[in-house]
């Protein structure tokens, strides 16, 4: 839940709050949490206290009206409303040079898909999520920090402009793969497509109901399908890009 008054945002869950508090505990402006969560956040309660800033012991009525959800676990922290930074062209060279990977969001809208792709990205040891600037773009909403459990605070997120144009850019330095269901390649057919000088992955995710975007598409360095039983079309963005994370694992 965002306070367009304050630009505060909500992060609930114990373990979205649990890494924010281990992480970024500079981040965490208020904390409230229920007495039998007390033993778990000492250590945040102290660095709060040192700080002046406030943290306090909750019922769950009072923490569900903070982050506007039932789902708080029993734990809340006020942050400041992220700004997302821009990627540059120094950053797009470190993740070329390190030969590390990202994904691209190509007009994904469901925050809680943002929130499970961000966790699958910090499980598998990915760097990069990058967002596009539009409207309709997914979120960093509270329901994104709860459901990441945490992997807010092991990946590094950027905004883009223009996805494609970005894309393009990319594809000059990077391996950047497209997931798209009609594609002729497969995730198998991977480590076949990475040559020498190779320079990182990234992997681009369309919308839920309409896919990729032409432009996006005709950027990427390939095309690449989950081959499944055909007797359902496509997996949900953030299962897609689980499995493409889990199989570039296995090739780095």
């Not at 281990?22 to 007390?38: M, N, S």
């Not at 070329?96 to 809680?112: A, H, R």
């Amino acid at each position: 839940m965002r306070n367009k008054l304050t630009r505060e945002l909500a992060v609930c869950g114990f373990n979205a709050v649990s890494a924010l508090a281990e992480v970024h505990p500079e981040q965490i402006k208020r904390l409230f949490l229920r007495q039998d969560r007390l033993k778990h956040f000492t250590k945040v309660c102290k660095y709060l206290a040192e700080q002046k800033r406030l943290y306090k012991l909750c019922e769950d009525e009072e923490l569900e009206r903070l982050c506007k959800s039932p789902r708080h676990q029993g734990v809340v922290a006020m942050i400041q409303e992220p700004e997302l930074l821009r990627m540059n062209h120094e950053e797009l060279d470190e993740w070329s040079q390190k030969k590390q990977i990202g994904l691209i969001l190509d007009s994904v809208g469901n925050d809680n898909n943002l929130g499970a792709i961000i966790r699958s990205a910090a499980f598998f040891g990915a760097t990069w999520v990058v967002l596009s600037e539009r409207d309709k773009e997914a979120r960093l909403s509270t329901s994104a920090y709860r459901v990441a459990e945490g992997g807010m605070e092991y990946i590094r997120i950027r905004r883009v402009t223009n996805t494609e144009a970005f894309i393009s850019d990319a594809a000059k330095k990077l391996l950047v793969l497209g997931a798209h269901h009609r594609a002729r390649l497969r995730l198998q057919d991977l480590p076949s497509l990475v040559k020498a000088p190779f320079g990182g992955f990234a992997v681009v995710i369309g919308n839920e109901e309409t896919g990729l975007s032409p432009g996006a598409e005709e950027a990427c360095s390939y095309l690449v399908r989950i081959p499944g039983s055909g007797q359902i079309e496509s997996l949900n963005v953030a299962q897609a890009a689980t499995l493409f994370l889990h199989e570039i694992s296995t090739i780095i």
